[in-house]
């Protein structure tokens, strides 16, 4: 069985997005409630913080002067950690910012940066398909998938011409050819579809072997499928809530995990004493280093 410890009982709102620094050597994620950008380093322990003036959903680190690029739910900008400063690289989000927001978001092997974003009116309203997932490289900001929900569960093959891509309000993760040379997805086919008692599919990440896992919201679980779709290991966490995975350490050999300590959907169950927390995962699986955004 693998070995789930939590790392950092910090009781996070909503943690989220969980990217290793291998220059750094910590981990960079996020409360999304708490509007912070924070940073782990588990050879000590401390954790340090940013408070953002907005809602941040993801974020992607930069390949040059300490610089992070955030998705806030005002925009695209450059954080500046030793100032502050933010800087605007993007033209507006191109969406009703009082109905949606960005969320899930990552860089492709190539350091395009793609995000996705979530229908707030649907939890209300029951309204959906109004979400999209963008790309944002040197040509600017442009929706490469649209007619989603709740955009999560993104990440790349290791070669980087697959992307994954989960709706959360489908309960599905889907499978996309990615060409590699514009940025564009296309020939999307169902990669897993879940029960209604299998969880809601979060965050993902991809290992060097090009597993699929992904964070099982409502479970209290982290999956790994195969690349053909089929489910290879169920691991069990001391939440009802992980949110997001990435691999970390000097090896990538740790499966670091967010979690929510905030209750995102309706329901009685207990949401775990350390809900919040950061965790650590031993899978026996190494990860691939995340790429920089290179725009």
């Not at 070995?3 to 009982?9: A, G, P, S």
């Not at 564009?184 to 993902?204: H, I, L, M, S, Y």
């Not at 009802?240 to 009685?268: C, N, V, W």
Request: with cysteine; glycine share 12%.
């Amino acid at each position: 069985m693998a070995r789930v410890e939590c790392v950092l009982d910090i009781r996070a709102e909503s943690g989220e997005t969980p990217v290793w620094s291998v220059a750094e050597q910590r981990l960079f994620w996020v409360d999304q409630l708490a509007f912070t950008l924070n940073a782990f380093d588990p050879a000590t322990g401390r954790n340090e913080a940013w408070t953002m003036p907005a809602h941040i959903s993801s974020f992607a680190i930069r390949g040059r002067g300490g610089k992070l690029l955030v998705a806030l739910r005002t925009g695209l900008f450059d954080f500046d950690r030793a100032s502050g400063a933010l800087t605007p690289v993007a033209a507006p989000p191109p969406y009703d910012q009082a109905a949606l927001r960005y969320n899930d978001g990552r860089c492709d092997r190539q350091g395009r940066y793609v995000v996705g974003s979530v229908d707030l009116d649907f939890f209300e309203n029951r309204i959906a398909g109004r979400a999209a997932v963008y790309r944002l490289d040197a040509a600017g900001l442009a929706p490469i998938v649209t007619g989603i929900t709740c955009s999560n569960g993104l990440a790349f093959s290791p070669d980087g011409r697959t992307m994954y891509l989960a709706d959360t309000v489908q309960n599905a993760v889907f499978a996309y050819d990615y060409d590699v040379a514009t940025g564009t997805p296309g020939n999307r086919r169902d990669f897993v579809r879940f029960g209604p008692d299998e969880g809601k599919p979060d965050g993902a990440e991809v290992d060097s072997e090009g597993g699929y896992w992904v964070a099982l919201l409502m479970k209290g679980a982290v999956a790994r499928y195969t690349p053909d779709g089929k489910l290879d290991r169920l691991i069990p966490v001391p939440v009802l809530q992980p949110t997001k995975i990435a691999f970390g350490g000097p090896d990538l050999a740790t499966l670091y995990l967010t979690s929510a300590g905030h209750r995102h959907m309706p329901g009685d169950e207990p949401l775990g004493d350390q809900a919040g927390g950061l965790f650590a995962i031993d899978t026996g699986f190494r990860g691939i280093a995340e790429p920089q955004f290179a725009f």
